[in-house]
Every structure is written in structure tokens, then in C-alpha cells.
Nanobody, 118 residues
Framework: QVQLVESGGGLVQPGGSLRLSCKAPRSILSTFIGLNIAWYRQAPGKERELVAA???????NYADSVKGRFTISRDNSRKTVYLQMNSLKPEDTAVYYCNTVPIRTNSWGQGTQVTVSS
């Protein structure tokens, strides 16, 4: 089981920025390095969707709706994956979660709420 803990959400105005963090506090380093990690989000009344993913090796990939605005990165030494979100829009409002790819059912955390509103 991989425990993942999200943080960094908040209320921001349209056009603003936030940086989310996803930490794996209990994973040993070698395990974390081998994980493909992704950010997912779920807006009210909608299904959970993949936002961005960063594999253990290789290039990151993004949902079309966030390309050019969001950047996913990882710092293996800190066992942390980040999601830098710029030019935020009201439609980015959602609870953001991180998990592995493929998803591990037992790895869902509490998520972090992102609200984009003026």
C-alpha cells in the first residue's frame, strides 16, 4: 500500500496560481522512484478525471484542458510530486487527488480543495 498525502489547495482568483504537493511519507525511496504518479481531480457532479501524470522515467503528460497552464514535476529525494497550476480558471475548481498510474484503490487520500472564484 502506498500512502499519498495532498496539500496546497485554496481559494484563488481567476488567472491566479497555486502549487499542490503530493507526498509519500511512508514509502521507501526506491519504491517511490519506481512509481508513476498522477494528479486527478473531481468537480461537483462530475467523474474523477486525470489531470497530469509523471512516470518514473519519461515525459509527463497532461489533459488537453490543462496543457500549457499546469506543470507536473517530481522531487524523488523528497518523495514528492508537485502540480504547478497557472492561469487558473473557474472550471479548474475541484478536489485534487494524487494516486499512482494505474490507480491503487487503497492509495486515495483526502484530496485538497481548489476553488477558483472572484
Amino acid at each position: 500500500q502506498v500512502q499519498l498525502v495532498e496539500s496546497g489547495g485554496g481559494l484563488v482568483q481567476p488567472g491566479g496560481s497555486l502549487r499542490l504537493s503530493c507526498k509519500a511519507p511512508r514509502s521507501i525511496l526506491s519504491t517511490f522512484i519506481g512509481l508513476n504518479i498522477a494528479w486527478y481531480r473531481q468537480a461537483p457532479g462530475k467523474e474523477r478525471e486525470l489531470v497530469a501524470a509523471v512516470p518514473s522515467g519519461g515525459n509527463a503528460n497532461y489533459a488537453d484542458s490543462v496543457k500549457g497552464r499546469f506543470t507536473i514535476s517530481r522531487d524523488n529525494s523528497r518523495k514528492t510530486v508537485y502540480l504547478q497550476m497557472n492561469s487558473l480558471k473557474p472550471e479548474d475548481t475541484a478536489v485534487y487527488y494524487c494516486n499512482t498510474v494505474p490507480i491503487r484503490t487503497n492509495s486515495w487520500g483526502q484530496g485538497t480543495q481548489v476553488t477558483v472564484s472572484s
